[in-house]
């Protein structure tokens, strides 16, 4: 396995493998199978001497880990009914074509997840026979000048899976219309998830202008647990950051945004630099960010350390930020003048 560019394992392989350095108390598929899978990672990395591990974990999706860096989590999509025969064959070719072709571990896991989420769509093994012919990408966007695939699921489909805590969330058929509420303290938000034993995310940022990388990011991190609070600096503490120019929405506005979106459930404040006050306040056992970042850039990982909690990144989506998107109106608007 020496110099591999990327094993993957599912979760049993993965702990089986990594035997006795990790042990698991329960099953694979109950307790906190996030944190269990970055334990593996992390050990078969060290073990195989890997560049990288992805731990395929089923409707889960997959985590990838590069060693010291903090692990990327790709979410999957659960399609009840359906023959899941294939689909870690399916990732692995995906991840041998996607890294042929020039992509970053990172990029290829993305992919692969999509991919072995559209071969379970289809029927799974049996789809086969009966599937059309034709290319199975979505599209086939640039990355770094040539023509990377990519196999991209709805987001807006709304399937029921079983969260790390065993819960199920998300009802199928018909969606309710969505109706205001109240917006829900954080505090009692984390205090219901844990009362009936569910799994309490966190993220945090300015979310000065939502954008798509703001909402990816947010619905990638919600299914995660069984409830997302998002800390939110406050306009004096995006001022200290960003500049005298910054935020262009206020706090109440940036707020009320985010909380009308329904993967939130609750958002709160802080005015220091970064979040550790909320984050000790709240206790979240995941903290997500976006993949853009390194364990350097997020000294609140050790802090989530400190109780037992986990950090992880989601996939970034290139070329949506804040920054970008002023900068391109700041040139419009120096084009029209």
């Known amino acids: 396995m020496a110099g591999t560019r990327i094993a993957t394992p599912n979760l049993t392989e993965a702990l089986h493998a990594a035997h006795p350095a990790v042990t698991a108390a329960e099953k694979p598929g109950e307790g906190n199978v996030l944190s269990l899978a970055a334990r593996c990672a992390s050990a078969l990395i060290r ?51 996607e890294l042929g072709g020039g992509a970053l571990p990172s990029e290829a896991v993305t992919a692969a997840v999509g991919h072995a989420g559209a071969h ?18 979505t599209d086939r966007p640039t990355v770094g000048g040539r023509e990377h695939a990519t196999y991209v699921t709805d987001s807006r489909v709304r399937i029921p899976f079983t969260t ?32 009936t034993g569910g799994t309490v995310v966190a993220t945090g940022g300015c979310f000065d202008i939502l954008h ?42 940036r707020r009320a945004l985010l909380e009308a979106l329904e993967c939130v459930d609750a958002v709160t404040v802080f005015d ?39 950090t992880l990144t989601v996939p970034y989506v290139p070329g949506r930020s804040t920054t970008r998107l002023i900068e391109v109106a700041r040139q419009d608007i120096r084009t029209m003048t």
């Open 212 to 253: 798509l990388g703001h909402i990816a990011m947010l619905r990638a991190a919600r299914v995660l647990g069984d409830c997302l609070v998002v800390c939110l600096n406050s306009d004096a503490s995006i001022r200290r950051l960003k500049g005298r120019d910054r935020p262009v929405n206020g706090c109440a506005d």
């Open 120 to 137: 379970v769509a289809a029927g799974g093994a049996a789809g086969l026979a009966t599937a059309p012919t034709g290319e199975p990408t």
């Open 164 to 195: 790390p805590s065993g819960k199920a969330i998300g009802m199928p058929g018909r969606r309710a219309s969505w109706s205001p509420a109240p917006p829900r303290l954080a505090e009692e938000v984390v205090a219901a998830t844990r009362a």
């Open 47 to 97: 073990h195989w001497s890997s560049t990288a591990v992805a731990v395929t974990m089923g409707r889960l999706g997959a985590l990838l880990s590069l060693g010291e860096d903090i692990p990327l989590i790709v979410p999957g999509t659960a399609h009840p009914e359906t023959d899941t025969c294939g689909a870690g064959d399916a990732f692995a070719a995906s991840v041998a074509l």
């Open 272 to 310: 220091e630099d970064t979040p550790e006050a909320p984050l000790t306040a709240l206790r979240p056992d995941i903290w997500v960010k976006g993949g853009d970042y390194t364990v350097s850039e997020l000294p609140e990982a050790h802090l989530l350390a400190s109780w037992g909690g986990q």
